[in-house]
């Protein structure tokens, strides 16, 4: 279920590009604005709206800690930006002073691309904010891009329907023609396919244009194949031209906006639609999820942005429905963040997922936690919650020791979890109880 929580009515023309950071929301639009908000309760910051561009802002994107926001636009410039005061930390100028139409942060925050009507491509060091490399396309402009999340390898998209594959020397790997009449937006699913078919080196892409459709690509960069680009399918929900799309933090959604006014919904894996959204009066200009939590916005040509807020156990089943099995492994501390979200939602406390996510709770620090961190530190004011937290961490913890001692879980005291010594089994009416005696030390 998805539920709209929020929209935000502050621009005077149209919402061209939405961006979240872990804790802010930003917004461009053609009225020369970016306009910053608050995750918390979606006020605006106070030294909100930022304006220096003189002309149409096209697209605002956050460094991946948060702490730089940059923003590009008609006039030919690409801004960076203090996110904690709202000052200029930089202003880059793109060659030839052709109008800029996208922006993008490089996964390790080393590099910003930024891309041009002209075709022109640029890549600024970001600790110098100078010119490090630049290249072009050979027709049409550049509307969109999107860094791989292992940083091998960033994507470009033209006005022309070409997709162009770069490497992070700016050298060109690869170029096709994906759309009819032009590429409108691209994005990478930060989550490798880990399947039977593909190794964890291959990351799934998608595109989408003015042909109506959005396409799913698996790409790779390795030493042994070199670059790959491989066209999976076609997701042909909208009646008119797609203008964005964008996964979710964990690869399991992906959405568009169109033309047609619509935020479609989908499950990737399947191709299935999963809810139809159709709040927005106009043209559906962009799309993005939080980095950590299932928080949506769209922005649209009505001039407003709406927030989308995804039902977590809803998400859950989804997500674990090629994982039926929520065993415990072994080494705990070896699980990434999403493993940990997929064992509270098992736990039944899968309204606990965005706050660890927020915090990046994986598994060693799922581990370390303490009812004083649970509350100072994760604000979990309810005292049962955290009794259950602390409780499921202990039978965790308790079934690991059982599983890595290779003893049968029947040997062993239920309360303890020590061997049992010369156990008796009494049958009664109603069920078996078992009684037991401990093992002594010398055991």
Partial sequence: MVTLIHTLADHGDDVNCCAFSSSLLATCSLDKTIRLYSLNDFNELPYSPLKV????????????????????????????????????????????????????????????????????????NMQTYKLFRCGSVKDGSLVACAFCPNGSHFVTGSSCGDLTVWDDKMRCLHSEKAHDLGITCCDFSSQPISDDDYGPQFFRMASCGQDCQIKLWVTTLSDLSGFELKYKCTLSGHSAPVLSCAFSYDGQILVSGSVDKSVIVYEPNTGSILHTLTQHTRYVTTCAFAPNILLLATGSMDKTVNIWQFELKAHCQVSQADKPEHEPKQFIETWSEEEVSSWLCAQGLEDLVSIFKMNNIDGKELLNLTKESLTDDLKIESLGLRSKVLRKIEELKVKVKSLSSGIPDEFLCPITRELMKEPVIASGPAQQLKSYSSLNAEF
Avoid: E
Wanted: aromatic letters at 8%; glycine letters at 8%.
């Fill in 53 to 124: 561009h003189t002309y149409a802002v096209h697209c605002c994107c956050f460094s991946p800690s948060g702490h730089i926001l940059a923003s590009c636009s008609t006039d030919g410039t690409t801004v960076l930006w203090n996110t904690q005061t709202g000052h200029i930390l930089a202003v880059l100028n793109q060659p030839n002073g052709s109008p800029v139409r996208i922006c993008k942060f490089s996964p390790d925050s080393m590099y910003l691309v930024s891309g041009a009507a002209d075709g022109s491509v640029v890549s600024w």
